[in-house]
């Protein structure tokens, strides 16, 4: 995923595309692997681009799609596509369809520009939509309309098995636990164990994450982290602990 | 900026500290130019660490300190740096005066393990340090204590002239002040304007953010831009609408 906006980088808006989408590729059994956060800059973005498509199965772009002066990732695309930018006639007839007779100004126009080769990706919330080349998604970034774009597109994205996940917590201090932890992994190196330390009110404790694509020994590794935990003097609880 | 950890790549946790960080940078006059989000992975690390630390002046991680196996940044960076790691005596005493005798076992020393030639950076929340490897600082995950690492090390920080801001909100679409706001930054080119489209109940409007290191020329700016906005009917408004 790549995130654009110097907005986000001086902390001024405070990113919720990144949660929103980790979560949802998840859930559809594809690993989000990497996430890069970078400035309203031509070269930034595109060298990002170049890195991401190359390693990546799919990659997904949130911000700078809008109709002013810093919007610039369409240019960027192009740019890191080594192909043309022009405005796409598909575009132009969704927000000439869109607008009051008269409102369609150059600056709107903008928003209908896409790089050569670009396929055009729904905006059900404000029109002006986002696009794919190859195997990069763009968004926008304001979160209701990203959201709307990346729920448009998941029919064509191809999730590998999805990950079984199973949570376990317990008022254990990390380091009491994590040696056993790290045996339990040792002997179960197929199922991803995470684990995640909480602070309450005078009560500190941990949320151990185990997610595996074998529903079967995910139950075992879990039912053997419970062992744990009681051997340990405490009570597992399903779940987290809020 | 580094953040590591799965769990943020799954959507399970959402990052708190990108956020932090990026404002507080911005208040102490240093730039955020990038952040990259990586799996509890040895080499991704190593690699976003090596190419962030020639790239940048500072870089700034965050997470994978603790005392489970999947807290690997230490060794990542040891790794990246291609110097040896081992138990930090200065760490180690430490953790031996915060714990009772008998609490301080082989994973709890984990957290004392530092690459050759770090620094400690000081942990006055739950003691177990932070560290520099030159110019590369490691801070824990969890925001609480990120925060507390981070204040202690800011001292340490040059940073340039801050950047001075205004904000102008009004009730007007991105797309009719566009034009005009393209052409406000041509003719301030050492201001930099940024456009920030907002939606409310049955409103929508645009914040302008402009920066620049030198004030007067920043306030020039927004009094050109406080015109535009009453040119196109609407009234301006100092700061954001919420």
Redesign the interface.
């Known amino acids: 995923m790549i995130v654009i906006g110097?907005?986000?980088?001086?902390?001024?808006?405070?990113?919720k595309n990144?949660?929103?989408?980790?979560?949802?590729?998840?859930a559809l059994g594809i690993?989000?692997?990497?996430?890069?956060?970078?400035?309203d800059d031509m070269e930034?973005i595109a060298d990002a681009v170049n890195a991401a498509r190359a390693k990546y199965d799919y990659v997904f772009i949130t911000g700078g799609i809008?109709?002013?002066?810093?919007?610039i990732t369409a240019d960027a695309l192009a740019h890191a596509f080594g192909v043309g930018i022009d405005h796409n006639p598909e575009a132009v007839a969704i927000l000439e369809a869109h607008y009051e007779p008269g409102?369609l100004?150059?600056?709107?126009l903008?928003?209908a520009r896409t790089p050569d080769g670009a396929v055009l990706v729904d905006n059900p919330v404000s029109r002006a939509p986002g696009f794919r080349v190859e195997n990069v998604y763009v968004f926008a970034g304001?979160p209701?309309i990203m959201q709307a774009m990346f729920e448009g597109i998941t029919h064509e994205l191809t999730g590998s098995n999805p990950l079984h996940s199973r949570t376990v917590s317990a008022y254990l201090a990390?380091?009491?636990v994590?040696?056993r932890?790290?045996a339990l992994?040792a002997q179960y190196p197929d199922v991803?164990?995470?684990?995640?330390?909480f602070?309450q009110i005078n009560r500190f404790g941990i949320s151990i994450?185990l997610?595996c694509t074998d529903k079967a020994r995910l139950d075992q590794a879990a039912e053997a982290y419970k062992q744990i935990v009681r051997e340990l003097g405490e009570e597992p609880i399903e779940g987290e602990i809020h």
Chains 1, 2 share one sequence.
């Not at 991803?192 to 330390?197: C, K, L, N, V």
């Open positions: 110097n907005e986000i980088l001086s902390g001024r808006t405070k990113d990144l949660g929103y989408i980790a979560e949802r590729l998840t690993q989000l692997r990497e996430a890069r956060f970078v400035a930034a809008g109709p002013t002066h810093d919007d409102m100004n150059e600056a709107r903008r928003m304001i209701a990390e380091g009491v994590a040696q932890l790290g992994q991803e164990i995470g684990s995640y330390p602070y994450v997610r």
